[in-house]
């Protein structure tokens, strides 16, 4: 009914703008656990609300249709959207995986599915040659996650998808970070898409939830059995602070988009700033990919700073953003990587991967991009001091 208009239309006026039932605008929540069913013989639509209930089925529709897919799922986190998604694999599968994956999904593949026989390979999911030498006979899985965490490196999905689709396997995105008002990993061939809605879908930090979208009809059938089984399902409460929060997201995004680039800038030229990763800029390496497949590069950045001391010393003089774990939010979060999403990796891989213990990320939220400006100069103004007072200590 809504295809004609554009993506920040569709965002109000979906299948869900009003309840034909009431004429209500914001979606019924329902919460029955059970329907009563009127023949012996034939169910309704609706029977038991772990298999289908409708609050958490117009959330299923909407993202289903913002993602230009078949048939979406909500789930009870990111990880359980994920961890279910993973069950389409079998004893024996091959995943091949971004070596800067969220720190969930690597300890899901490095200590669950490893003991279910699954069996997986890191990647540098930027460089084509890496990702081809680690196929296998039984690859399955190409994970993709772009731009990655914390890292913000771009990975080309149309390219990972026909190189999967070569091999028989599937292709599944992580669009946590973009969003399909920024990026649609299926029309770039992926098959399927993971999100993690608590971050920018949701927006405003308060639910937990996660989805997920197919565009082939068997995939999702498989998947809705899955979803069915495993039971890791949304709760309506929830389903319907997602819905809200998608309502703004073209604007929350418009907003903190604006401001992302503007801080990464400031940060990029700052002299006690050793490196800005944001896709961005042009001297990004995966700038032109990035322009190719998504609207703009988002909200998030991550930045080192000289040492470990002047990252402690930063953080303590911020004064805006939150310190916290999290991302895509109406407040700036400021994160620290290496003690927080990447806890569960071992010091070294982290290392090795470029999550040193002076980088912190960045998630820019609705303050006023010039009140950020302020408030780091002043936090890296504190840092500077620390070290020079440190080295004239000797
Ligand atoms: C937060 C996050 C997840 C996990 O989602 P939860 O809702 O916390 O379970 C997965 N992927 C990315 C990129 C994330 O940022």
Request: hydrophobic share 40%; charged share 20%; net charge negative.
């Amino acid at each position: 009914m809504s295809s004609n208009y554009t993506f920040q239309t569709k965002l109000l006026h979906n299948n869900q703008k009003f309840d034909p039932e009431t004429g209500a605008v914001s979606v019924p929540i329902q919460h029955a656990s059970t329907f009563h069913q009127k023949d012996i013989d034939v169910f309704g639509k609706y029977d038991y609300s772990r298999s289908l209930n409708p609050t958490r089925e117009a959330l299923e529709e909407v993202i289903a249709e913002l993602e230009e897919g078949i048939r979406g799922f909500a789930f009870s986190s990111g990880m359980a959207a994920i961890s279910t998604a993973f069950l389409l694999l079998s004893q024996g599968d091959h995943v091949v995986i971004t070596e800067d994956v969220y720190g969930g999904t690597y300890r899901m593949t490095t200590e669950v599915l490893s003991r279910f026989g699954i069996e997986h390979t890191f990647v540098d999911m930027t460089n084509l040659e890496e990702v081809k030498e680690a196929i296998r006979p039984n690859t399955k899985v190409f994970y993709v996650e772009t731009p990655s965490n914390p890292l913000l490196k771009v990975t080309d999905i149309q390219a990972i998808s026909s190189l999967a689709r070569q091999h028989g396997a599937l292709t599944f995105v992580d669009n946590t970070f973009l969003t399909p008002a920024l990026q649609k990993p299926l029309s770039l061939g992926a098959d399927i898409v993971l999100h993690s809605a608590t971050k920018f879908l949701s927006g405003h930090s308060d639910v937990v939830a996660g989805l997920a979208v197919v565009k082939d009809p068997d995939l999702g059938a498989r998947l809705a059995f899955l979803q069915n089984s495993f039971g890791a399902v949304l709760g309506v409460q929830d389903a319907w602070l997602v819905l809200r929060g998608i309502k703004t997201l073209q604007v929350r995004l418009d907003q903190s988009v604006k401001s992302a680039k503007k801080i990464a800038g400031f940060l990029n030229d700052h002299p006690s700033v050793k490196k800005v990763h944001y896709p961005g800029f042009a001297d990004h390496p995966g700038y032109k990919i990035q322009k190719m497949q998504a609207v703009n590069a988002g909200a998030v950045l991550s930045f080192e700073l000289e040492d470990e001391l002047s990252m402690r010393t930063f953080v303590e003089n911020a004064k805006i953003p939150v310190f916290a774990v999290s991302l895509g939010a109406v407040e700036s979060i400021l994160s620290y990587p290496a003690k927080m999403s990447h806890a569960a990796m071992p010091a070294s891989e982290r290392e090795q991967r470029g999550i040193t213990d002076s980088l912190l990320r960045l998630s820019v939220g609705l303050e006023s991009a010039d009140d950020i400006i302020e408030d780091f100069k002043a936090a890296l103004s504190a840092a500077g001091k620390t070290k020079h007072s440190i080295l004239q200590r000797g």
